[in-house]
């Protein structure tokens, strides 16, 4: 029995999720559009079939012995099978929204499949390591004054090695009051040192967060744990008191800041500006606060939309302004911006190891993209993207380098 199951996605079904549910035409209008349909054929893909299936699951109820769903009885398949199925539907979509755009609708499947996980998760089915390190997240705020000193040593030497690279005067402050911009990483150095360096030119009046962008939760569904990870950033903004909140080339964690926290935290964020480094750096561009040395990359790229920060945010025009200032062979995919393919590692999949292989699969659509471009770099705007097209880069042999915009202009300024 799928009681948990049952029980929770009920409750989550709201009446824009049940409008949804209800004027799906089955048209097929999404199947072509999703990048896992195009390569398996499998129904199980096609997004109106996803929002079918929670669709009769919720309409309908355990039989009289307890052991068949009814919709289910005349071709009986039990319980498991069903199981398998819901799982396979649920996790083998990366929530790019890509069909939604296609929809003659707007149906938003991806809103579906949100409310499917959590729901599935609560029978302990699914990638439950995503939900664990979303736990992490959470977890970090209660334990940050443990972790405090150890953080501040590591960004230390990380400060000093920057003086003896980039320029003596540079500084990595933290934890700053009254500074204008709290600047949200990613774990590692890669996501801090691009940003360190612009901020450094552009004589931005900084500090480094003590937390992380990311946000697992979002993935699964849980937005009572999204709200409380992303609640512990928004809590150090207002005790710093900083201007703005710029979050890093991570798709999702911009996502939520620019399309959840109005709804999650209402006044508490009002007069705090939230932005991604891309829109910033490339507004320094266009200030005049940051010089770029023109034409310094002559190399074939091309430019992989994030479905997040471009499809779902609708940041497309920044990341290529800032590409075109330092590079001279800009090659467009086919299609780009909003028709743009998936990469195949969104939706949660790249922290799931198990999901690899559903991952290199699904990429075979970006795949080809990318070789039509002829291109030999491949430049993005969100990590877990980097991660995929690296991936994708050693699995098909493209012989490709995976840049980030940022990385670009760090690289290109002149100082």
């Known amino acids: 029995m799928l009681t948990k199951f049952f029980e929770t996605v009920r409750q989550r079904i709201n ?54 769903l009814d919709w289910y009885r005349e071709s009986r ?64 705020g209660e334990i940050i004054d443990v972790i405090k000193d150890f953080y501040l040593e590591q960004v230390e030497v990380l400060e000093k090695q920057l003086q003896e690279e980039f320029a003596p005067g540079l500084r990595i402050p933290v934890d700053k009051e009254g500074a204008r911009v709290l600047y949200i990483p ?50 150090e903004a207002r005790r710093l008191g900083v201007q703005a ?31 991604n480094v891309v829109q910033l750096v490339a507004s320094y561009l266009a200030e005049g606060k940051i010089q770029v040395q023109s034409g310094m990359f002559n190399t074939p790229l091309t430019y992989h939309d994030p479905c997040n920060l471009g499809r779902n945010v609708g940041a497309f025009e920044e990341p290529r302004a800032l590409i075109r200032a330092v590079a001279t062979d800009l090659r467009e995919l086919t299609p780009t911006r909003e028709l743009n393919w998936c990469c195949g590692g969104g939706g949660g999949l790249i922290a799931e190891p198990e999901m690899k292989d559903v991952r290199m699969k699904a990429g075979q659509p970006k795949v080809e993209q990318i070789q039509q471009t002829g291109a030999q770099w491949v430049v993005t705007a969100c990590e877990n993207c980097k991660t995929q097209l690296g991936d994708l880069n050693e699995q098909y042999e493209l012989g490709v380098e995976i840049k980030g915009v940022v990385d670009l202009i760090a690289d290109a300024l002149v100082i």
Not at 196 to 207: C, M, N, R
Not at 255 to 273: H, P
Request: include cysteine; charge should be negative; proline fraction near 4%.
């Open 77 to 140: 398949q039990t319980d498991e099978r069903t199981a398998a199925e819901l799982e396979r539907a649920l996790w083998e979509c990366t929530g790019c929204r890509r069909c939604a755009v296609y929809c003659p609708f707007d149906i938003d499947a991806a809103l579906i499949v949100s409310a499917g996980r959590y729901s599935l998760l609560q029978e302990g089915i699914g990638p439950e390591m995503v939900a664990e390190i979303g736990n992490a997240e959470v977890s970090k």
């Open 186 to 235: 990613l774990v590692g150095e890669h996501a801090t040192v691009p940003m360190t360096k612009i901020f450094h030119a552009a004589e931005e009046d900084w500090t480094l967060s003590m937390f992380t962008a990311t946000n697992h939760s979002f993935f699964v569904g849980d937005t009572a744990k999204a709200k409380q990870a992303a609640h512990w950033i928004i809590q």
């Open 245 to 275: 909140i710029v979050y890093p080339e991570c798709g999702h964690a911009t996502r939520t800041a620019l399309q959840y926290f109005d709804a999650w935290f209402g006044d508490e964020i009002a007069d705090i500006e939230r932005v």
């Open 15 to 68: 009446r824009p999720l049940q409008y949804y549910e209800d004027i799906c035409v089955r048209c097929g209008a999404c199947a072509d559009a999703c990048h896992f349909y195009a390569v398996s054929g499998d129904p199980i893909h096609i997004p109106a079939y996803r929002i079918m299936l929670i669709k009769k699951l919720i309409q309908s109820s355990p039989s009289g012995n307890g052991t068949f």
